[in-house]
C-alpha cells in the first residue's frame, strides 16, 4: 500500500469521526442557548439578539472597509492588473458605480 493511499484510508475513516463531533459541538450549543435563554424574560433576551445583529453589522461594515482598502491599494500598485481584475479602469470609477450607502461605508 502506498503513502497516498494509507492517508487516503485514514482520512476515510476520521471524516465520519469529525463530522459526529461537529454535529454534537452544535447541539451542545443549541441546547445550552435554550436553557439560557429560557432563564430570561424576553426583553433581555430581544436586547441580547439586537445587540448580537449590531455586533454582525458592525463587523460586517469594519470588514468591508477593510476589503475595499485592500482593493484601493491594488489600484495604487498595479492599476492595470486591477482594472482587469475588476473591469473598473480606476478606483474611483469602481466606487462610484456603488450605491451611495456602500460609497459612505468604503475606503
Given at each position: 500500500m502506498?503513502?497516498?493511499a494509507s492517508q487516503l484510508a485514514i482520512s476515510e475513516k476520521t471524516l465520519p469521526l469529525?463530522?459526529?463531533?461537529y454535529r454534537v459541538a452544535i447541539a451542545l450549543v443549541v441546547i445550552a442557548a435554550v436553557i439560557f435563554f429560557?432563564?430570561?424574560?424576553?426583553?433581555?433576551?430581544?436586547?441580547i439578539v439586537?445587540?448580537?445583529?449590531?455586533?454582525?453589522?458592525l463587523i460586517g461594515t469594519a470588514a468591508f472597509h477593510a476589503l475595499t482598502c485592500a482593493i484601493k491599494a491594488h489600484?495604487?500598485?498595479?492599476a492595470a492588473a486591477a482594472a482587469a481584475t475588476y473591469g473598473f479602469p480606476t478606483y474611483a470609477a469602481l466606487k462610484a458605480s456603488w450605491p451611495?450607502?456602500?460609497?459612505?461605508?468604503?475606503c
Open positions: 502506498s503513502n497516498e469529525f463530522q459526529v463531533i429560557a432563564a430570561l424574560p424576553p426583553l433581555i433576551i430581544a436586547l439586537l445587540g448580537a445583529a449590531a455586533l454582525l453589522a489600484y495604487a500598485a498595479n451611495w450607502l456602500v460609497r459612505a461605508v468604503a
